[in-house]
């Protein structure tokens, strides 16, 4: 980063993209919010993700020290930052918020109210739940109804996690059969085979030259055969971990999907069609268009530019092969889509595509746009890449004009429906 020692005062003096403020002047006037802190440190402009970066830190440790202090928290930002007791420990609401499928459950915040006397947990439980229902009232009086969601009961983590689940259970069961065939035949040879009378004639120099052997022979074991055991086992461990890690990532963006989405919408999970070995993770057909969203519960620190996807590690930044690189992932099940609704677009005469997002369901993952040149700009548009804790936001975004007429959204509903029977 070519901005390592900006300090406080000089990120205040960064013009806001898009104004003729400072950020600074638009964080006095609370024009200037966590979440939109948060969108900037993703930004191209390397000042402006340098400025909201040190800003974010800066609000956050401010908002730290408020609440800290006792005092009684004013909006929602204050109030995730609020730490109550959970399994015995203290917690910030924040750090629970995605741990409980995305958000604090209605009972859960009832609940808290029920059982503190601490009117800083209560005045934040009261803005949450103020939040909560002001979503909620807005579906009502909209008339559309919850979010609809179509979910099957497989899916391709969960096949994965499956797979592996196995492989470990046949290694693990092949090898307590082998130790446990060799401990019978070993008592067979010592109880009812073995001479023990030579023994007795040994010296001290035969003693210590068996002993040798003995000791050779389990290191020879551990390193030909435990080492080796012990690797393939982490490794199928890492696996389960890794797929029921992308799960939970896809629970938690449901979750806040529900929140932010009313009837009018249709979610679409793990969709598999026309024999993909890969399923889509998450279909959202709306009145805004067709959107294929891949989620990605990453941990760590990741570039991307255009098509390009990095991962930063201790010997620099490693380009993420074509397989594994999320971005090609969400365009390729774009296409896919696209191909299978083409027939429903074109009947309806929508000229209408599937848009690929990506949402990072960790919001802990530092993901950074580089910045491109002109050319590069022109020639390969970025798909979308959204953060878990921004996901209403970014919604926002998109609920520009109708793109999808009621009819075409029905059908194409109703086609993908058919995927799951």
Not at 133 to 159: A, C, F, W
């Amino acid at each position: 980063m070519p901005y390592p020692f900006l300090t406080i005062p000089r990120a205040r003096s960064i013009i806001w993209p898009g104004s003729q403020q400072t950020m600074g002047e638009l964080l006095d006037q609370n024009k200037l919010t966590s979440k939109m802190l948060r969108q900037a440190c993703a930004s191209e402009n390397e000042k402006v993700r340098a400025a909201a970066e040190v800003l974010l830190n800066d609000r956050e440790s401010k908002i730290r020290e408020y609440i800290d202090r006792g005092k009684i928290p004013r909006n929602i930002d204050e109030a995730v930052a609020v730490k109550i007791e959970d399994k015995g420990q203290k917690a910030a609401i924040k750090e629970l918020w995605y741990k409980r499928n995305g958000r604090m459950g209605w009972e859960r915040l009832h609940s808290l109210m029920g059982e503190t006397r601490d009117a800083q947990v209560r005045a934040a439980c009261v803005i949450l739940l103020d939040y909560h229902y002001h979503i909620e009232r807005q579906k009502i009086l909209d008339g559309k109804g919850p979010l609809m969601v179509t979910s099957s009961k497989n899916s391709y983590l969960l096949n994965k996690t499956e797979h592996y689940l196995i492989r470990k259970g046949l290694v693990v069961g092949f090898v307590l059969g082998l130790c446990f065939m060799y401990l019978l035949w070993f008592a067979n040879k010592v109880l009812f085979e073995y001479d023990f009378i030579p023994l007795a004639n040994w010296n001290w120099f035969a003693w210590l030259i068996a002993a040798v052997i003995v000791v050779l022979l389990l290191a020879v074991g551990y390193f030909v055969i435990i080492r080796p055991l012990e690797k393939l086992i982490d490794y199928l461990d890492n696996k389960v971990a890794s797929y029921k890690k992308g799960f939970e990532g896809e629970d938690h963006v449901l979750d806040a999907l529900r929140e932010s989405l009313d009837g009018s919408c249709h979610v679409f999970r793990n969709l598999h069609f026309n024999g993909r070995k890969e399923d889509v993770d998450v279909v959202l057909v709306s009145p805004w268009g067709v959107f294929a969203i891949e989620v990605k519960n990453y941990s760590g620190h990741f570039e991307y530019s255009g098509a390009e996807f990095f991962e930063k590690r201790n010997s620099g930044l490693v380009k993420i092969g074509d397989e594994c690189n999320p971005i090609l992932q969400a365009k390729r099940n774009a296409v896919a889509l696209k191909g299978f609704l083409d027939p429903e677009f074109n009947r309806n005469k929508d000229h209408a595509f599937v848009e690929p997002i990506i949402v990072w369901a960790n919001p802990e993952i530092k993901v950074y746009r580089q910045k491109r040149n002109d050319s590069q700009a022109l020639c390969d548009k970025e798909i979308k890449n959204w953060r878990i804790e921004d996901l209403s936001f970014e919604l926002d975004s998109i609920r520009c004009k109708k793109q999808l007429s009621e009819k075409a959204q029905r059908e194409i509903i109703k086609k993908l429906e058919k995927c799951y029977r």
